[in-house]
């Protein structure tokens, strides 16, 4: 058997580095201070001391390039794992116990697909005002249903096997059974499902960003530096380069990162695609 | 069949239902204050009670819930505040613009997918296909409102050939459809990835079949086995991710309207966030929302018309 990594995997992993260690970098070092204005040097073009140039208040791109990586990932990361416990949390419980249990909660997430974050995001705006966590609320929300099919479908499979019928026949209750076979079993699929969803929430906060109902200023967010960008995109057109690529390229790598893990940890699937 | 049908309408009237519940309690529900809401912190009391009576916020959350269901359901969605018109009377003047915008990307994202998928899908394991797989997955991380900037870049500022946003209306229909065009390719070519791969992968699926290797030994063109034998096999997927799909783009135009200026309903829902409409935002999330779960359950009827053997299974 060949041990080599798929392609997708390795694309993957070294985009999602580079992006993690931006953002990791961020919190100890940036070239300069993220929110610190020179209007003296604004649109300053790529030089020794600003790398990417300065934007209309002669603030850093680099700098705010590498702030705003770490919130993306922030608010990812915790879309993903409180969309992804419930989620998951409710899979399980469905497909534990089955019957009207399993249906309610496979209707309700059926509901769910109803309401993309963006449409949740609105309501949570005009409601609350807009927020960055009222954009983390609205993502997690909308991945609980991904979840909640994905951990059934899975735990639905792992159930039919023997060690689970030999740990019921030692009189373990069902709730001890999902946490202690069912999930460890149903993780990998899980995880893979988590990185895709890594890269979807990068995007959705990037959009309710963009249209201001993510990141507030002065925090700093991809999305918000392009919708700043496009006001002046006869003025400096380089704004509206860099935070698209960035977010591009965060994007393409949790995406391809999710596919390697499941063209490594499922073959099966990989030789149907 | 009968029960097929049934089963499917009762489930998408059930699902209309809970949307409604849910859209409702989001805005009704939820520790807060409309009233204060829409008249910001220096209101007056007065004010305050007066608005208060004309929402109808002080009857029990049942009765307000029936209210905006049995009146929706009869076409009146409440009276805007900021615009002081009937909030029916305002998703009528931006629905055109868009339904032009969703059914204008919702053809072009059809076309480029099918040509791209199948393209790929007949140069499988060549550089066509790989080219069109690199495409697609770049298609997929690119957000759509900056793809819509990179082409307003490109076609608006650089070039100057299309205009750069706005809509001046139908009565020039030369400049209407211009100005349609960057929106369009903004919100196809971003969909149109996810179901390039799609097609593909559907069509080589059917491609490994039989009857397929019986139309080439009969001689057949490569052209028509494609298109005449292998796309119709292969659309149950392609027409499930359509429908999902169509969803999204619905969703899609109301970024896409924010980035182009397009009087559409996308623009109307952000106008009314800032404005605190909360009437407005309810009914056009409901909208939204009921599109959604529509196109769902057009997609659910459409399975059985494109393959019959479904027909017996259901």
Request: aromatic fraction near 8%.
């Amino acid at each position: 058997m060949k041990t080599r990594l798929p392609v997708n995997f390795l694309i993957g992993a070294v985009l999602v580095a580079l992006v993690l260690g931006a953002a990791a970098l961020s919190l100890v070092w940036t070239p300069h201070d993220f929110a610190q204005m020179n209007i003296k040097a604004k649109f300053g073009p790529a030089s020794s001391t600003y790398w990417l140039g300065t934007d209309q208040l002669g603030r850093d791109v680099v700098s705010q390039l590498m702030a705003a990586a770490r919130n993306s990932m922030t608010v990812a990361l915790a879309a993903v794992l409180i969309g992804g416990s419930i989620g998951t949390a409710l899979g399980l419980l469905a497909s534990a116990i089955g019957g009207w249990v399993e249906d309610l909660v496979m209707r309700i997430a059926d509901i769910g697909f109803a309401f993309p974050a963006l449409l949740f995001a609105i309501m949570l705006a005009a409601v609350f005002g807009p927020s960055l966590t009222n954009a983390v609320l609205a993502i997690s929300f909308i991945n609980i249903p991904v979840f909640a099919r994905v951990a059934r479908a899975s735990a639905n499979q792992v159930w039919t096997r023997e060690y689970v019928a030999a740990a019921q026949a030692a009189g373990l209750n069902r709730a001890v059974i999902s946490w202690d076979h069912i999930l460890p079993n149903i993780g990998a699929a899980i995880i893979v499902q988590a990185t895709i969803e890594f890269a979807v929430a990068i995007l959705a906060e990037a959009a309710l960003s963009y249209l201001g109902l993510g990141a507030q200023p002065p925090a700093p967010s991809w999305g918000r530096m392009l919708s700043e960008a496009q006001t002046l995109m006869y003025l400096a057109p380089q704004l509206a380069i860099y935070p698209g690529l960035c977010i591009v390229a965060a994007v393409l790598g949790f995406g391809l990162l999710g596919d390697g893990l499941r063209d490594i940890t499922d073959p099966r699937l990989s030789r149907e695609r | 069949m009968g029960y097929f049908l049934f089963r499917r309408t009762l489930g998408f009237v059930l699902t209309l239902f809970a949307v409604s519940v849910v859209v409702f309690a989001v805005m009704n529900v939820l520790p807060g204050d409309p009233a204060l809401t829409i008249l910001g912190l220096d209101a007056t009391e007065d004010a305050l009670a007066a608005l208060r009576e004309q929402l109808g916020l002080n009857d029990p959350l049942l009765t307000r819930y029936v209210h905006w269901v049995w009146n929706a359901l009869h076409g009146d969605f409440g009276i805007s505040h900021s615009f002081g018109i009937p909030v029916a009377g305002l998703i009528g003047e931006r629905l055109p613009m868009t339904i032009s915008l969703a059914v204008s990307g919702m053809i072009f994202t059809v076309i480029l997918a099918l040509v791209m998928g199948i393209g790929a899908a007949a140069n499988h394991r060549k550089p066509g296909d790989w080219g069109m797989m690199f495409i697609s997955q770049l298609g997929i991380a690119i957000p759509a409102f900056w793809l819509s900037m990179l082409l307003v870049l490109l076609f608006a500022v650089k070039l100057r050939w299309l205009p750069p946003g706005g809509f001046a209306g139908w009565d020039d229909p030369v400049a209407a459809m211009r100005s349609l065009i960057l929106p369009t390719v903004a919100l196809a070519l971003v969909q149109s990835s996810v179901l390039a791969r799609v097609t593909r992968s559907s069509a080589l699926e059917v491609m490994r079949q039989d009857f397929v290797r019986t139309a080439r030994a009969t001689g057949f063109s490569r052209r028509r086995i494609l298109w005449r034998h292998v796309l119709p096999n292969a659309l149950v997927p392609i027409v499930t991710i359509v429908g999902m799909q169509f969803a999204a783009l619905v969703t899609g135009t109301i970024v896409i309207e924010n980035v182009f200026y397009l009087p559409g309903l996308g623009r109307l829902i952000f106008q009314s966030i800032s404005n605190r409409d909360l009437p407005t935002v309810q009914a056009l999330v409901m909208l939204f929302a009921a599109i959604v779960v529509t196109a769902n359950f057009i997609v659910d009827l459409l399975y059985v018309v494109i393959d019959p053997r479904l027909k017996a299974r259901a």
